[in-house]
């Protein structure tokens, strides 16, 4: 999974440039910016770039806890990869919630 993560925040970088590049070229070219992220394909792409962040985010601190030998048996080590992923999903259904204006 931070594999997959990794490679959605590699791929949607360019989407993510290209509208804080318009953002601030001009206001015409802000609200073209607003009209487009205000989409509902746009809302979507955010909350799984916002789910491939915590998702990253949250992996890298227990590899780092794994780098310290904290964790590092076989049933710990699965535990804390299941923790990272029953985390990072409510974390970012939340986060997805409140873009679609459900929260």
Same mark, same amino acid.
Do not use: N
């Given at each position: 999974?931070?594999?997959?993560?990794?490679?959605?925040?590699?791929?949607?970088?360019?989407?993510?440039?290209?509208?804080?590049?318009?953002?601030?070229?001009?206001?015409?070219?802000?609200?073209?910016? %607003?009209?487009?992220?205000?989409?509902? +394909? /746009?809302?979507? #792409?955010?909350? !799984?770039?916002?789910? @491939? $962040?915590?998702?990253?985010?949250?992996?890298?601190?227990?590899?780092?806890?794994?780098?310290?030998?904290?964790?590092?048996?076989?049933?710990?080590? %699965?535990?804390?990869?299941?923790?990272? +992923? /029953?985390?990072? #999903?409510?974390? !970012?259904?939340?986060? @997805? $919630?409140?873009?679609?204006?459900?929260?």
């Amino acid at each position: 999974m931070p594999r997959i993560s990794g490679a959605m925040m590699f791929v949607l970088l360019p989407l993510c440039l290209w509208l804080f590049d318009l953002s601030l070229r001009s206001e015409t070219s802000y609200r073209q910016m %607003r009209d487009f992220a205000d989409g509902w +394909f /746009a809302k979507i #792409v955010l909350a !799984a770039l916002v789910w @491939a $962040l915590v998702h990253h985010l949250l992996a890298g601190i227990r590899y780092l806890s794994l780098d310290l030998d904290l964790g590092v048996e076989l049933a710990a080590a %699965r535990r804390s990869g299941w923790i990272v +992923f /029953a985390l990072s #999903v409510p974390l !970012a259904t939340a986060f @997805a $919630l409140m873009l679609f204006g459900a929260l």
